[in-house]
């Protein structure tokens, strides 16, 4: 028996159910990774690692010494502007720096 071919609607019919099905689940998965992402969001972090420290407390003291600096800087500009005087900067400065 010879193969007989599909007519072109039948086919036209078959790949848009084909196209319909992949488009729908994909809109399916986009909407469950979104969901997901969200959870994801809201939900707390996780504690950190007891033997690991935490990023955060070794980026403190490089802001600190920066604050420090800003705080001597401001200092320096008094004194040369003739408000602080020599001890007074002086003084400050120990008490900045914890000297």
Same mark, same amino acid.
């Given at each position: 028996?010879?193969?007989?071919?599909?007519?072109?609607?039948?086919?036209?019919?078959?790949? /848009? $159910? $084909?196209?319909?099905?992949? %488009?729908?689940?994909? /809109?399916? !998965? /986009?909407?469950? !990774?979104?969901? +997901?992402?969200? #959870?994801?969001?809201? +939900?707390?972090?996780?504690?950190?690692?007891? #033997?690991?420290?935490?990023?955060?407390? +070794?980026?403190?003291?490089? +802001? #600190?010494? !920066?604050?420090?600096?800003?705080?001597?800087?401001?200092? %320096?500009?008094?004194? #040369?502007?003739?408000?602080?005087?020599?001890?007074?900067?002086?003084?400050?400065?120990?008490?900045?720096?914890?000297?």
């Amino acid at each position: 028996m010879p193969l007989r071919r599909r007519r072109p609607i039948a086919r036209i019919a078959t790949t /848009a $159910v $084909v196209a319909g099905t992949a %488009a729908n689940m994909g /809109a399916k !998965s /986009a909407q469950r !990774s979104a969901a +997901a992402a969200q #959870d994801a969001q809201d +939900a707390p972090p996780a504690p950190a690692p007891a #033997d690991e420290p935490a990023a955060p407390e +070794a980026a403190a003291p490089e +802001a #600190d010494v !920066s604050a420090q600096i800003e705080q001597v800087k401001q200092l %320096a500009a008094l004194k #040369d502007q003739g408000i602080l005087t020599e001890e007074e900067f002086a003084a400050k400065k120990a008490q900045i720096l914890g000297l």
